[in-house]
């Protein structure tokens, strides 16, 4: 069974703390995709990856950064976390191989900052 | 810039009722389309797309949407709806096969015995 994983369900971190978020795919796919999710407002797209070490911008990549080391794992890093960063952030991935492209997600990951 | 518009935020039926989920976008070129659904709890899960040919596609757990290039529409529908479907709906748009999509703000869907 084809898997994204995220490595926490729940978090609770304080103002000002590093957070890492991470997910790892088994699937052999390049991109890889981190979104957030707030109600009313959908999935936004915060950064995404085509290769390993090749990271570019979404639309609301402010107070995020990413790492991609390795094909498999796509790391989300809150610099210094804040209460608007509260949020359900969800990884997924996919194959530019396939013609029939789609997003395979995470379970997700909930973030609270107090 | 490409943009998906769900314009019903939240839907009742009852069990057994017909649904229609309403999508609209933007895009300059000929689109990707999709639904997703997400359960409680759960990540998104793909129920249908749209690259190109016939412009009624079908979908699992018994899903279809059309299509409508004139009214940028693709709006998904389900002759009968039953109580696992109650789950958030998101439309969404791509550009080409790398997967960078633009999502809707989604439809919450309740489902009354």
């Known amino acids: 069974d084809v898997k994204v994983t995220q490595s926490s369900r729940y978090l609770v971190k304080r103002t000002g703390e590093k957070v890492f978020l991470e997910c790892v795919q088994d699937m052999d796919h390049e991109n890889m995709f981190w979104y957030r999710q707030d109600p009313g407002l959908g999935l936004r797209l915060i950064y995404f990856s085509y290769d390993v070490k090749m990271k570019e911008k979404g639309d609301i990549p402010e107070g995020y950064s990413v790492s991609r080391e390795k094909k498999e794992r796509f790391s989300l890093i809150l610099e210094s976390a804040s209460t608007n960063q509260t949020s359900m952030y969800l990884c997924?991935?996919?194959?530019?191989?396939?013609?029939?492209?789609?997003?395979?997600f995470g379970s997700g990951t909930q973030l609270s900052v107090l | 810039a490409q943009s998906v518009t769900q314009p019903d935020i939240h839907i009742t039926v009852s069990e057994g009722a017909s649904l229609e989920l309403r999508c609209n976008y933007s895009y300059g070129a000929t689109p990707y389309l999709f639904w997703y659904v997400q359960s409680p709890g759960q990540g998104l899960q793909l129920l249908l797309k749209?690259?190109?040919?016939?412009?009624l596609v079908q979908g699992i757990k018994g899903f279809e949407a059309e299509f409508k290039r004139s009214q940028s529409s693709f709006n998904l529908r389900k002759p009968s709806v039953h109580w696992s479907d109650a789950a958030e709906y998101f439309c969404?748009?791509?550009?080409?096969?790398?997967?960078?999509?633009?999502f809707g703000d989604g439809t919450t869907l309740t489902v009354k015995p």
């Open positions: 969404a748009v791509g550009a080409n096969n790398a997967g960078k999509s633009t």
């Open positions: 997924a991935s996919s194959s530019r191989r396939s013609t029939n492209e789609k997003l395979f």
């Open positions: 749209y690259f190109s040919g016939d412009t």
